[in-house]
Antibody, heavy 120, light 110 residues
Framework: QVQLVESGGGVVQPGGSLRLSCAAS????????MHWVRQAPGQGLEWVAF????????YYADSAKGRFTISRDNSKKMLHLQMNSLRAEDTAVYYC?????????????WGQGTQVTVSS | NFMLTQPHSVSESPGKTVTISCTRS????????VQWYQQRPGSSPNNVIY?????PSGVPERFSGSIDSSSNSASLTISGLKTEDEADYYC?????????FGGGTKLTVL
């Protein structure tokens, strides 16, 4: 079955950087657009970034623009999120999620999440 | 861009029916599909309704979705409530390179 496993989270100081990864298995990874979605402590879901199935386009939430970069390696079935200039408000669980089809289709599979804590 | 507004919380008794609303602030609710996600405590979200009213395989028929253009809103209805339905529920939609989640509704089954 589909498995998405995030890694790379941790504690980082404000202004620091972190690179999250998401390893995919059980699916034809190169067929699916991929998202990063985060959830701050006790808060709701917030979409962060999306990359098309072939990496041709990337889209970002305003909160991520200019600081975060989403990328993928289809040969390795890996998704990444490079996060720079981190702020306290970036503290959250970060999930990777796959879309099945089209921009207005569902996020049909989610990883278990990786915790990012930005604190001095 | 637009926002999706949900009630903060709802509660109902086992066996009853509950409806959770999701109102779109601007643009037509029908212009892009609405999905719904269930998130149980300590777990990742799980899609329970897609394309306004379709259920992924494995989701019970007790879960249904709809949209109402007159109120520019979507609804998730859960009938025959079970204690296992207690969770947070999020609506989500899309518009021009932006994916938007509602703030979430905490469903208590008591």
């Amino acid at each position: 079955q589909v498995q998405l496993v995030e890694s790379g989270g941790g504690v980082v100081q404000p202004g620091g950087s972190l690179r999250l990864s998401c390893a995919a298995s059980g699916l034809i990874f190169s067929n699916h657009g991929m998202h990063w979605v985060r959830q701050a402590p006790g808060q709701g879901l917030e979409w962060v970034a999306f990359i098309r199935y072939d990496g041709s386009n990337q889209y970002y939430a305003d909160s991520a623009k200019g600081r975060f970069t989403i990328s993928r390696d289809n040969s390795k079935k890996m998704l990444h999120l490079q996060m720079n200039s981190l702020r306290a408000e970036d503290t959250a669980v970060y999930y990777c999620a796959k879309e099945d089809y089209g921009d207005d289709g569902p996020l049909s599979g989610w990883g278990q999440g990786t915790q990012v804590t930005v604190s001095s | 861009n637009f926002m999706l507004t949900q009630p903060h919380s709802v509660s109902e008794s086992p066996g009853k029916t509950v409806t959770i609303s999701c109102t779109r602030s601007s643009g037509s609710i029908a212009s892009s599909y609405v999905q719904w996600y269930q998130q149980r405590p300590g777990s990742s979200p799980n899609n329970v309704i897609y394309e306004h009213n379709l259920r992924p395989s494995g989701v019970p028929e007790r879960f249904s979705g709809s949209i109402d253009s007159s109120s520019n809103s979507a609804s998730l209805t859960i009938s025959g409530l079970k204690t296992e339905d207690e969770a947070d529920y999020y609506c989500q939609s899309y518009d021009t390179e932006t994916w938007v989640f509602g703030g979430g509704t905490k469903l208590t089954v008591l």
